[in-house]
């Protein structure tokens, strides 16, 4: 089954007074998987539908290709596997990815007053879908 974005991208219609989402073009995408093959599907759709940037006025950033610790130069700081990617942050210093090494296409969160990385055992489009206050009735 194809995974689509549109319920997520009606819900935004309706909150979001305005965005500066980039959809990635084919390019980027096949770009983002040569460099990480493992990457989820729902992931990669969302990039393809509805694009880096942030969502509900600063809610939840994605951004356009993946990040590490090193990138951010916080690896003095902290100690993380190696294989863990973010794609993304909450505006609070929280950190959402991937543990590549696991390949199971679950979401990870580093939380950077503990340090600790917490395994969610969410999908992408479920974690995402929580990010943009979306409940059980498609409304908050």
């Known amino acids: 089954m194809a995974i689509n974005y549109n319920l997520e991208k009606e819900f935004l219609k309706k909150v979001e007074n305005n965005n500066s989402r980039t959809v990635l073009t084919a390019n980027q995408i096949e770009d983002?998987?040569?460099?990480?093959?493992?990457?989820?599907?729902?992931?990669?759709?969302?990039?393809?539908?509805?694009?880096?940037?942030?969502?509900r006025d600063c809610q939840f950033n994605i951004t356009s290709s993946l990040f590490n610790l090193e990138d951010l130069g916080l690896e003095d700081h902290y100690e993380l596997k190696s294989n863990i990617w973010f794609f993304g942050d909450n505006f609070s210093g929280d950190f959402a990815g991937f543990d590549l090494d696991r390949n199971d296409g679950k979401v990870v969160e580093f939380w950077h007053e503990s340090g600790e990385l917490y395994y969610?055992?969410?999908?992408?489009?479920?974690?995402?879908?929580?990010?943009?206050l979306i409940d059980e009735n498609n409304v908050k």
Do not use: V
Request: glycine share 6%; charged share 25%.
């Open 32 to 55: 983002l998987l040569s460099e990480f093959p493992k990457l989820p599907e729902d992931y990669i759709a969302y990039l393809k539908e509805i694009g880096s940037g942030s969502f």
């Open 120 to 132: 969610t055992n969410k999908s992408f489009q479920t974690y995402i879908r929580e990010q943009m």
